[in-house]
């Protein structure tokens, strides 16, 4: 329930090197929206949802990515992408 911007800052602080966060588009959206992202990786599952939740909730906001590297892990393709600033 902290601010987003105040809590990354405070993990940041801490002894580690990434930080990796976990959730839905909601949760996601708003690190987006402050421009505490970094990288997204992505993994594609050989699963369609047509009623699933969205991974990126409709905004106004625009990321542009440059692809990093893709890793398969059996069924699974991880994507890597920076964030351009």
Same mark, same amino acid.
């Given at each position: 329930?902290?601010?987003?911007?105040?809590?990354?800052?405070?993990?940041?602080?801490?002894?580690?090197?990434?930080?990796?966060?976990?959730?839905?588009?909601?949760? *996601?959206?708003?690190?987006?929206?402050?421009?505490?992202?970094? =990288? #997204?990786?992505?993994? $594609?599952a050989p699963s369609i949802i047509g009623k699933?939740?969205?991974?990126?909730k409709e905004g106004d906001y625009q990321l542009?990515?440059? *692809?990093?590297?893709?890793?398969?892990?059996?069924?699974?393709? =991880? #994507?890597?992408?920076? $964030?351009?600033?």
């Open positions: 329930n902290d601010d987003i911007v105040r809590f990354t800052n405070k993990l940041k602080n801490q002894e580690g090197r990434n930080i990796w966060l976990v959730g839905g588009g909601e949760l *996601l959206q708003s690190f987006i929206k402050e421009k505490l992202v970094d =990288e #997204l990786i992505i993994t $594609v699933g939740i969205p991974l990126f542009d990515l440059s *692809l990093k590297g893709t890793r398969n892990f059996n069924q699974f393709v =991880e #994507l890597h992408y920076g $964030v351009q600033n």
